[in-house]
């Protein structure tokens, strides 16, 4: 009886040990939760950073920029950050938005191409960001654009048409 107690026992154990080693998360995933928990945090500062209020009480805004070590900080991040701005694009603020998609500007092309193309499209991204992302666009290679764009002039924004159709100008003059 004695053995089988202690078999209940270590099973028991093993039972406990396995349900925690599965539940922890995996090294990847603390890696992705701490760069956005990171990003987040230069664009909220930088954000801040770009706001006032004037005597009278009117509050007013500037672009909003991040210190170049913050800048350095977020190539340093990698394609990881690229996927935390990718989330920002999503933000119904037009500021956080915007300054996503500038972020996104110090990576390679490589790099964030697609998701920025894939922004462009994506219904939950608000009109504003999407017709932002059009117009960072017109340095990416036209035959990968191009696609893009002609679905974009369908877009029920009018901002957003307008935008891929002035895209879509520029491209065909440029052949």
Known sequence: MNGARRI???????????SFAFAQESPDQVGRARVRARVGEIVRA????????????????????????????????????VDALSQILLSKNARECQLAVRLMGAFD???????????????DV???????????????????????????????????RSEAVRQLENIKAGQ
């Not at 500037?62 to 070590?69: E, I, Q």
């Not at 092309?109 to 219904?123: D, R, T, Y």
């Open 126 to 160: 608000p009109a504003a960001c999407r017709s932002f992302l059009i117009a960072a666009l017109r340095e990416a290679p036209a035959d990968v654009l191009k696609p893009v764009l002609d679905r974009a002039a369908t877009d029920p924004d009018a901002k957003v």
């Open 8 to 18: 209940d026992y270590l099973l028991a154990v093993l039972l406990l040990v396995c």
């Open 46 to 81: 930088a954000l801040r950073q770009s706001e006032g209020v004037t005597p009278e009480g009117v509050r007013y805004t500037w672009r909003a920029t991040p210190a170049l070590s913050e800048m350095n900080e977020l190539r340093g991040l990698g394609p990881m950050a």
């Open 109 to 123: 092309q490589s790099v964030v191409l697609a998701p920025m193309l894939k922004g462009v499209n994506n219904p």
